[in-house]
């Protein structure tokens, strides 16, 4: 019934509207319930249409899908099609419209093909923005029968289509079709710079007795005008490019810090040379300076000694390298500057690093040596404007990361404001764009930054706070926030806010990631003074806490008019320092979070003011203050009280309420019909686990009663924490069947990794009889080998051991005849032997201190031989837990 109705569908809409009108009245609204809930538009169905019996089924199958691809590509970049996060490493995200395009490229080169698919592979081929879905379709091509099908496919070659794999299967179509073609279009295929076309043709060619084209001249084809044209346009891009005339040259450095040493090697052109130090420039684009000899010390008191030599180095050695990697298509990622950690990011195909050393050896008239690099690396990418999108992108971004440095790492702020407007002219829509931008627009306000606008040291500090009353004190921190410079110790992970500050730059990795540890002085961290914490990270947590100005709402009007300028701090975060994105912080979120902090609400609403125009910021900030003085009487539990019982009231889920963990600490008894509200309204397994711990910490006793219901659950969390709520609540012995089912039947794995340790020591900590008995089921649990984490079977034994349970032992010695490389759920590499990683584990995890244990792994130093005494050790033991626990 469906696909009859489809079908009358169809045939209506092919002979009553038009693919604009079709767009209007049908596309956009199954593409917004694609978009809205995951609805897919009938699109496979229209594919299957395309092939139909009746012309008018067909026409109709083809106009439906050209104006669904059209509005989806339409949406796309419009923004109505919403980019979504993926959970995929490195993934940047997908689009719907972008995925729905892609499944009907990649169905219409699977499906059965008509003279009527060409219509939606025109649409390919002459609009979608994806060169890779052209390429999906082109199978397609091949089931297409008929003139219109040789006309359609001569039509891609004069002139030649910008898609060279679309060129690559229209030219094979003509050949297999023997379909007539001009001359003059196949001369000139025979001599085009792509390898690939020019191979087709010259087979085309020989098959038709045609001229001999002679043999290719890749020094006269790089010198023609369409790549003359795209060398000139890679060389605009080259913010940073060596003379013609400038030496290539091999640096060797070696470091020394302590007792670690190492050597590296640059290749590059020497830009310049003072003798004892010298500037190469890279192939990267990197500017790099080389000393004879250099020492740099750390604030950490440490030092590195660096020793440089440069010295000739052939080109033409380099060029043949850059060729092998390119003609095994770079599987290693040798091309990238950071091999596969970078490369994982930027694909195989051209590289900045080949491009460069192409461009340089074209204005070095070197062509030979030029097309060696540049027509390979062209053959990587679809189309040869790609060649300078790549560079474009890639140039654009190194040119982000200079700002970057100069601004976060080097606080020389003429150098950004110069690096930003290079930016913003010559890279438009490249990743630091939108920063540069901003940026460049700062940088004049902010000449006084770090000059006449500085932050004292702590005993300046002490001494001028004396003077200042404490709107002058708020004053005075809040316009200093804009100096904060913060740097990322580890990834992933984001900058400490309240990393120790200093008067002079720190410096910065020139991918503008780790800090420079540069800096002596020490001055205040004005957020830390602000609102008090710990300053700085690792070691220097350990010091005494700072107090700060302890805000209260009353201080909100002097820290509202802060949140009008969104000044950025020269903090710089990233997930993974070869990932390529880096984000640079600002103030107002800080100010919005140390407000909404004290309001216990949302009250500065720092995301929406990223909307609003300079009136509504006003006109927002008076709201903020007019809110504050008619709640600074209020105590911090009226004020926590209110906003929870607004969102409440809002139906607002539990997982994004806010300040029910404090009220829940406060024991605010306004607290308990909500938390047995949501027991009874909250869906996800997720939050209801959240909710049923919460209500642990609040009062055990009050929900005794819901922890009844989800002792049934077939959550095994959910079972866990209800036996935890009647355990804790008073009814141990329900709450120990709970746990006994659980430890005897339930799946490890599907238990959070401290789970099993948690609630065994929960029972043994109780002493009865019957809880013991409980704990030590978990041994005779047929999925006792699902648990995974080595610390987690070790502390199950060695607590039980404690508590005179000595099952746990006996339980490693099946382990430990194991000879293949699987435990239960669990499969390591082939050739591992499971007996053995189970000794390392005892060893190891279990007993590492026991003399015994000690004496085994000195005298068997092989796992293999280790086996046999441990089985000795774990029976003993065993034993001897029994008989302390017969003695008792």
Same mark, same amino acid.
């Given at each position: 019934?469906?696909?009859?109705?489809?079908? %009358?569908?169809?045939?209506?809409?092919?002979?009553?509207?038009?693919?604009?009108?079709?767009?209007?009245?049908?596309?956009?609204?199954?593409?917004? /319930?694609?978009?809205?809930?995951? +609805?897919?538009?009938?699109?496979?169905?229209?594919?299957?249409?395309?092939?139909?019996?009746?012309?008018?089924?067909?026409?109709?199958? /083809?106009?439906?899908?050209?104006?669904?691809? $059209?509005?989806?590509?339409?949406?796309?970049?419009?923004?109505?099609?919403?980019?979504?996060?993926?959970?995929?490493?490195?993934?940047?995200?997908?689009?719907?419209?972008?995925?729905?395009?892609?499944?009907?490229?990649?169905?219409?080169?699977?499906?059965?093909?008509?003279?009527?698919?060409?219509?939606?592979?025109?649409?390919?081929?002459?609009?979608?923005?994806?060169?890779?879905?052209? $390429?999906?379709?082109?199978?397609?091509?091949?089931?297409?029968?008929?003139?219109?099908?040789?006309?359609?496919?001569?039509?891609?070659?004069?002139?030649?289509?910008?898609?060279?794999?679309? =060129?690559?299967?229209?030219?094979?179509?003509?050949?297999?079709?023997?379909?007539?073609?001009?001359?003059?279009?196949?001369?000139?295929?025979?001599?085009?710079?792509?390898?690939?076309?020019?191979?087709?043709?010259?087979?085309?060619?020989? !098959?038709? =007795?045609?001229?001999?084209?002679?043999?290719?001249?890749?020094?006269?084809?790089?010198?023609?005008?369409?790549?003359?044209?795209?060398?000139?346009?890679?060389?605009?891009?080259?913010?940073?490019?060596?003379?013609?005339?400038?030496?290539?040259?091999?640096?060797?450095?070696?470091?020394?810090?302590? +007792?670690?040493?190492?050597?590296?090697?640059?290749?590059?052109?020497?830009?310049?040379?003072?003798?004892?130090?010298?500037?190469?420039?890279?192939?990267?684009?990197?500017?790099?300076?080389?000393?004879?000899?250099?020492?740099?010390?750390?604030?950490?008191?440490?030092?590195? =000694?660096?020793?440089?030599?440069?010295?000739?180095? #052939?080109?033409?050695?380099?060029?043949?390298? =850059?060729?092998?990697?390119?003609?095994?298509?770079?599987?290693?990622?040798?091309?990238?500057?950071?091999?596969?950690?970078?490369?994982?990011?930027?694909?195989?195909?051209?590289?900045?690093? $080949?491009?460069?050393?192409?461009?340089?050896?074209?204005?070095?008239?070197?062509?030979?040596?030029?097309?060696?690099?540049?027509?390979?690396?062209?053959?990587?990418?679809?189309?040869?404007?790609?060649?300078?999108?790549?560079?474009?992108?890639?140039?654009?971004?190194?040119?982000?990361?200079?700002?970057?440095?100069?601004?976060?790492?080097?606080?020389?702020?003429?150098?950004?404001?110069?690096?930003?407007?290079?930016?913003?002219?010559?890279?438009?829509?490249?990743?630091?764009?939108?920063?540069?931008?901003?940026?460049?627009?700062?940088?004049?306000?902010?000449?006084?930054?770090?000059?006449?606008?500085?932050?004292?040291?702590?005993?300046?500090?002490? +001494?001028?706070?004396?003077?200042?009353?404490?709107?002058?004190?708020?004053?005075?921190?809040?316009?200093?926030?804009?100096?904060?410079?913060?740097?990322?110790?580890?990834?992933?992970?984001?900058?400490?806010?309240?990393?120790?500050?200093?008067?002079?730059?720190?410096?910065?990795?020139?991918?503008?990631?780790?800090?420079?540890?540069?800096?002596?002085?020490?001055?205040?961290?004005?957020?830390?003074?602000?609102?008090?914490?710990?300053?700085?990270?690792?070691?220097?947590?350990? +010091?005494?806490?700072?107090?700060?100005?302890? @805000?209260?709402?009353?201080?909100?009007?002097? @820290?509202?008019?802060?949140?009008?300028?969104?000044?950025?701090?020269? %903090?710089?975060?990233?997930?993974?320092?070869?990932?390529?994105?880096?984000?640079?912080?600002?103030?107002?979120?800080?100010?919005?979070?140390?407000?909404?902090?004290?309001?216990?609400?949302?009250?500065?609403?720092?995301?929406?003011?990223?909307?609003?125009?300079?009136?509504?910021?006003?006109?927002?900030?008076?709201?903020?203050?007019?809110?504050?003085?008619?709640?600074?009487?209020?105590?911090?539990?009226?004020?926590?009280?209110?906003?929870?019982? *607004?969102?409440?009231?809002?139906?607002?889920?539990?997982?994004?309420?806010?300040?029910?963990?404090?009220?829940?600490?406060?024991?605010?008894?306004?607290?308990?019909?909500?938390?047995?509200?949501?027991?009874?309204?909250?869906?996800? *397994?997720?939050?209801?686990?959240?909710?049923?711990?919460? %209500?642990?910490?609040?009062?055990?006793?009050?929900?005794?009663?819901?922890?009844?219901?989800?002792?049934?659950?077939?959550?095994?969390?959910?079972?866990?924490?209800?036996?935890?709520?009647?355990?804790?609540?008073?009814?141990?012995?329900?709450?120990?069947?709970?746990?006994?089912?659980?430890?005897?039947?339930?799946?490890?794995?599907?238990?959070?990794?401290?789970?099993?340790?948690?609630?065994?020591?929960?029972?043994?900590?109780?002493?009865?009889?019957?809880?013991?008995?409980?704990?030590?089921?978990?041994?005779?649990?047929?999925?006792?080998?699902?648990?995974?984490? $080595?610390?987690?079977?070790?502390?199950?034994?060695?607590?039980?051991?404690?508590?005179?349970?000595?099952?746990?032992?006996?339980?490693?010695?099946?382990?430990?005849?194991?000879?293949?490389?699987?435990?239960?759920?669990?499969?390591?590499?082939?050739?591992?032997?499971?007996?053995?990683?189970?000794?390392? !584990?005892?060893?190891?995890?279990?007993?590492?201190?026991? #003399?015994?244990?000690?004496?085994?792994?000195?005298?068997?130093?092989?796992?293999?031989?280790?086996?046999?005494?441990?089985?000795?050790?774990?029976?003993?033991?065993?034993?001897?837990?029994?008989?302390?626990?017969?003695?008792?």
């Amino acid at each position: 019934m469906k696909t009859r109705l489809l079908s %009358c569908w169809v045939v209506c809409f092919a002979v009553d509207l038009t693919p604009a009108q079709a767009r209007d009245a049908d596309v956009v609204k199954e593409l917004q /319930a694609y978009y809205e809930k995951g +609805k897919a538009p009938p699109w496979a169905e229209g594919i299957k249409q395309l092939s139909a019996d009746k012309p008018e089924q067909r026409i109709g199958a /083809a106009r439906y899908l050209v104006a669904l691809l $059209e509005q989806a590509q339409t949406d796309e970049f419009s923004g109505k099609a919403p980019w979504r996060a993926t959970p995929f490493w490195g993934s940047s995200g997908e689009n719907p419209a972008r995925n729905l395009r892609q499944h009907i490229a990649e169905e219409l080169g699977r499906a059965k093909a008509s003279p009527a698919t060409l219509t939606v592979l025109r649409w390919y081929l002459h609009h979608e923005q994806v060169p890779r879905f052209q $390429e999906a379709i082109l199978p397609a091509l091949d089931k297409v029968t008929g003139k219109e099908a040789g006309a359609f496919c001569l039509g891609l070659l004069q002139p030649p289509h910008e898609n060279a794999v679309v =060129v690559l299967a229209a030219l094979q179509q003509v050949g297999k079709r023997k379909t007539e073609l001009p001359d003059a279009v196949l001369k000139a295929l025979c001599d085009h710079h792509r390898p690939g076309l020019r191979e087709a043709a010259r087979k085309i060619n020989k !098959e038709r =007795v045609g001229a001999d084209p002679g043999p290719f001249d890749h020094v006269k084809t790089v010198q023609r005008p369409a790549l003359a044209a795209l060398m000139t346009s890679i060389g605009a891009l080259l913010d940073q490019s060596a003379s013609p005339e400038a030496e290539f040259v091999k640096v060797t450095t070696t470091w020394t810090a302590g +007792k670690d040493t190492g050597t590296s090697t640059t290749l590059g052109w020497l830009v310049k040379n003072d003798g004892d130090a010298w500037v190469v420039l890279t192939p990267f684009g990197h500017r790099d300076t080389f000393h004879k000899q250099q020492t740099i010390k750390n604030r950490r008191g440490g030092e590195t =000694v660096t020793q440089s030599k440069w010295e000739k180095y #052939p080109i033409a050695a380099e060029v043949k390298r =850059v060729v092998a990697v390119r003609s095994k298509g770079d599987p290693e990622f040798e091309l990238s500057e950071r091999g596969g950690l970078t490369g994982q990011f930027q694909g195989r195909g051209a590289s900045v690093y $080949e491009v460069t050393l192409a461009h340089w050896l074209y204005t070095a008239k070197q062509f030979d040596l030029s097309a060696q690099l540049l027509l390979p690396a062209l053959d990587s990418l679809y189309m040869d404007r790609h060649l300078v999108d790549m560079m474009r992108h890639r140039v654009g971004e190194a040119a982000g990361y200079r700002m970057l440095v100069a601004f976060a790492g080097d606080r020389d702020f003429a150098e950004t404001q110069r690096l930003a407007e290079a930016l913003v002219q010559r890279y438009p829509g490249t990743r630091f764009h939108d920063y540069a931008v901003k940026l460049a627009r700062e940088m004049p306000r902010r000449q006084g930054d770090f000059k006449t606008l500085k932050l004292p040291t702590p005993e300046e500090w002490a +001494k001028l706070k004396q003077k200042l009353a404490r709107a002058e004190q708020i004053a005075y921190l809040g316009e200093r926030l804009r100096l904060l410079n913060c740097f990322q110790w580890g990834q992933p992970g984001s900058y400490s806010i309240t990393d120790v500050q200093y008067a002079e730059p720190g410096g910065m990795a020139r991918d503008a990631s780790w800090g420079g540890g540069g800096g002596e002085t020490k001055v205040i961290n004005p957020y830390v003074e602000l609102v008090g914490g710990r300053e700085g990270i690792f070691g220097e947590d350990e +010091k005494k806490p700072f107090k700060g100005l302890q @805000l209260t709402v009353a201080d909100i009007p002097h @820290l509202a008019p802060f949140l009008r300028d969104d000044w950025h701090i020269l %903090c710089v975060s990233f997930w993974r320092s070869f990932h390529p994105d880096r984000h640079l912080g600002t103030t107002r979120p800080l100010f919005a979070g140390i407000i909404n902090s004290l309001a216990k609400r949302d009250l500065a609403q720092a995301n929406a003011m990223g909307q609003m125009t300079a009136p509504e910021i006003d006109k927002h900030i008076e709201t903020i203050i007019r809110w504050a003085k008619e709640n600074a009487s209020k105590s911090e539990q009226q004020l926590l009280w209110e906003t929870l019982e *607004e969102e409440v009231k809002a139906g607002t889920p539990w997982g994004r309420l806010s300040n029910f963990y404090r009220l829940i600490e406060l024991k605010d008894k306004r607290v308990l019909p909500v938390l047995l509200k949501y027991l009874d309204s909250t869906p996800s *397994e997720y939050d209801l686990h959240s909710l049923l711990y919460w %209500c642990l910490a609040y009062d055990p006793s009050a929900f005794q009663a819901a922890a009844r219901k989800f002792a049934k659950h077939k959550s095994v969390d959910l079972r866990l924490a209800a036996g935890r709520l009647l355990f804790a609540g008073g009814a141990r012995e329900e709450g120990t069947r709970v746990f006994a089912d659980i430890l005897e039947h339930g799946s490890p794995w599907q238990l959070e990794e401290n789970a099993l340790p948690t609630l065994v020591k929960t029972l043994l900590k109780e002493g009865s009889q019957e809880s013991k008995q409980a704990a030590r089921l978990i041994f005779k649990n047929k999925r006792y080998t699902e648990i995974r984490a $080595e610390w987690v079977r070790a502390s199950l034994v060695n607590q039980c051991a404690e508590a005179g349970i000595g099952d746990g032992y006996l339980s490693y010695l099946p382990f430990l005849d194991i000879k293949g490389p699987s435990i239960g759920n669990i499969s390591y590499a082939e050739g591992t032997v499971v007996g053995e990683v189970i000794a390392r !584990e005892i060893i190891e995890v279990l007993a590492p201190k026991d #003399p015994e244990i000690l004496r085994i792994k000195k005298q068997f130093p092989r796992a293999s031989d280790q086996i046999d005494p441990l089985k000795e050790w774990l029976r003993a033991r065993a034993k001897v837990v029994a008989a302390k626990t017969a003695a008792k």
